[in-house]
């Protein structure tokens, strides 16, 4: 990626890219009239349709999960992309060449992603070519000796790396790559006498993005420390196309899986991987050489649909020894960034999920992840055994350690509960325990969020009148006449100021320049919820809820204006008086009006 996409192709892709085109590629819509289509929600499971498409506004909404966006979202979502990703594939699948907006980005000599990925691509054919030949002996006994076979290598394309200084580069050079192209993707480096691998003498595991697309390498060193002075894994570097703290090995293969079942498995290491799946753990995905962070958590909650209506799981296997107890801790503090329950899996042993495999086989692994216990639990245990809680003082310098961990537990229910546990690990009385928590302080906690109830005849009213703006702009009369009173709901009445914003009416404008995500999902709702008539919309129907919605409004002001009429006295203050009897002449006059307007057409 060289920049930035620039504007006016992100728009020219979004509305080249039929949405209904797009979303029936992976779900089955029907025609639900009104111009409407309708199909199974591929968010989350239902029995009947409630997932709707408005291919003339290019949105969708889901009435039961409540999602909706325009045909990037739909598909950011579904296939857990960027939007850069997101963009450049639509693209793809229209044939339109995007332009990226260097200002601000590092220069990339005009490579872009497509050719990056290609490189790494053909690479990753080289490596795979190599572990069958002669010389890749020392590799594939290592794969051996960890219990995989060359089925097993072959699924998750490992490869070799020969132990030469430019076998990969003289292949790619050969199929039309640049020296540019292959250092800039972290294939080569510079040597004494020009380009050399970056990779010799070691077994290769291809990284993908979650799309698929091959970004990077892993490298397991597989000669002895004398003869190899590398490091024992070797990870691609930062590239335009890799970024380690935003990748999970893995993630490509088990993305579905981890969406389908709402559990991800934290693994350390490719072998890890390996084993995880080929055991039956379709969800273990590991880091790529950098500890577990804010950037990969991101990626996790928008697989598990990690909000405050789910809960899904969050497992971390760790070794048994200080440094995973130190992990886990950390890990701890990332608990508080998912919904998801937190557990950790570790071997009593201190074997990784790999050598646990090779050891005892695949069901030793699938009981490892089977005997997790939550995060919070094992956290506050590796702290207890910090101390000799035989004895007053180290029991209550283990009770200060602890105390804090329970108050950072973000759901308020759980934490008696661990008070109950605490109490009995370390044999002091629940008040004393429950007396330090009080002392500490509770977490806050998130305010439920608000509905509308759409039983309410006038708040239907309001809705249908917003629905006909966004979705027949060109069928309301003059948007301009609608009083301001008219929407007595305070999220209809920010989307009507939303609606004022744009000067013309632009409803992909409106959406995009909606930067609260609430406001956003209600407007696109809006945008795809069916007008509420059996017949065809008309300007008929769209003008009589237009009046009628004006007729409540004018209502509201003939009552406060009658209200001020009775404050007035009109000996002592004519002139006001007058004014104002005038103005609720013409209210009423005016609500008349529009009382036959309404009634020319029967309402919702």
């Avoid at 857990?80 to 220069?107: N, Q």
């Avoid at 990969?168 to 039309?176: A, D, I, T, V």
């Avoid at 790999?354 to 939550?374: F, K, S, T, Y």
């Avoid at 105390?403 to 661990?418: F, T």
Wanted: aromatic residues 8%; glycine residues 8%; contains cysteine.
């Amino acid at each position: 990626m060289s920049g930035r996409i620039k504007d006016e192709d992100v728009t020219y892709v979004r509305d080249h890219s039929p949405i209904d085109e797009v979303v029936g590629e992976y779900v089955q819509l029907k025609n639900a009239g009104g111009g409407q289509k309708k199909g199974l929600c591929p968010f989350h499971d239902e029995k009947s349709p409630s997932f709707h498409v408005t291919p003339s506004k290019g949105y969708f909404h889901c009435f039961g999960c409540q999602v909706g966006g325009d045909v990037i979202a739909f598909l950011m979502k579904l296939e857990h992309l960027s939007f850069s990703e997101t963009v450049e594939r639509l693209a793809e699948r229209i044939g339109y060449a995007l332009r990226y907006d260097t200002s601000g980005a590092a220069p990339t000599s005009g490579i872009n992603r497509s050719r990056l990925v290609a490189a790494n691509s053909a690479a990753a054919v080289f490596f795979q070519e190599q572990l069958s030949l002669p010389g890749a002996q020392i590799g594939r006994d290592f794969l051996t000796k960890r219990g995989f076979d060359r089925g097993s290598a072959t699924t998750f394309g490992v490869g070799y790396a020969p132990d030469e200084w430019d076998g990969m580069y003289k292949r790619l050079r050969s199929q039309g790559f640049s020296d540019l192209e292959l250092s800039t993707a972290g294939l080569t480096k510079e040597g004494s006498r020009g380009p050399i691998d970056r990779y010799r003498n070691r077994l290769v595991w291809p990284i993908k993005d979650i799309s698929g697309d091959v970004v990077g390498f892993g490298a397991r060193k597989l000669a002895s420390d004398d003869a190899d002075q590398g490091p024992k894994y070797l990870n691609t570097a930062e590239t335009p196309i890799y970024k380690k703290s935003q990748i999970l090995y893995g993630l490509d293969m088990a993305k579905k899986e981890i969406a389908k079942k709402r559990q991800v498995v934290i693994v350390e290491g490719y072998t890890d991987v390996m084993a995880a799946h080929l055991a039956g753990i379709t969800t273990a995905v590991a880091t790529c050489g950098t500890a577990f962070g804010d950037d990969h958590i991101r990626i996790i909650r928008r697989l598990l649909m990690d909000d405050d209506a789910f809960r899904g799981e969050v497992i971390f296997t760790f070794d048994g020894d200080a440094a995973g107890q130190k992990a886990a801790l950390r890990a701890f503090d990332d608990d508080q960034k998912f919904v998801a329950q937190t557990f950790v899996a570790v071997e009593p042993s201190g074997m990784d999920p790999c050598e646990l495999r090779q050891h005892h086989g695949d069901a030793a692994v699938r009981d490892l992840i089977a005997r997790r216990v939550p995060l919070f639990e094992f956290a506050m245990k590796s702290v207890i055994k910090q101390y000799d809680i035989a004895t007053a003082e180290g029991r209550v310098s283990a009770l200060n350690q602890v105390v804090p961990l329970i108050g950072k537990i973000r759901d308020a229910s759980l934490r008696p509960e661990y008070v109950r546990l605490v109490s009995g690990w370390l044999g002091l009385e629940i008040d004393n325990v429950s007396a330090a928590v009080r002392r500490l302080g509770g977490a806050p906690t998130t305010a439920p969020a608000k509905t509308i109830n759409l039983s309410d005849p006038q708040l239907l009213l309001e809705r249908e009148v917003l629905k006909a703006k966004l979705q027949f702009s060109q069928l309301v009369p003059d948007w301009k006449l609608l009083e301001r009173e008219a929407f007595s709901v305070p999220e209809y009445a920010k989307v009507r100021a939303q609606i004022d914003s744009i000067p013309d009416g632009d409803t992909a404008a409106i959406v995009d320049r909606t930067e609260n995500s609430e406001l956003r999902a209600l407007i696109t709702e809006l945008l795809v919820e069916p007008i509420r008539t059996d017949r065809e919309v008309s300007q008929r129907y769209i003008s009589s809820v237009f009046a009628r919605l004006r007729e409540v409004a004018l209502g509201r002001q003939i009552a406060e204006i009658k209200s001020t009429l009775q404050r007035l006295n009109p000996v002592e203050n004519p002139v006001e008086y007058n004014e104002t009897f005038a103005a609720l002449v013409a209210r009423e006059a005016e609500r008349r009006s529009q009382k036959e307007i309404a009634l020319g057409e029967e309402l919702p």
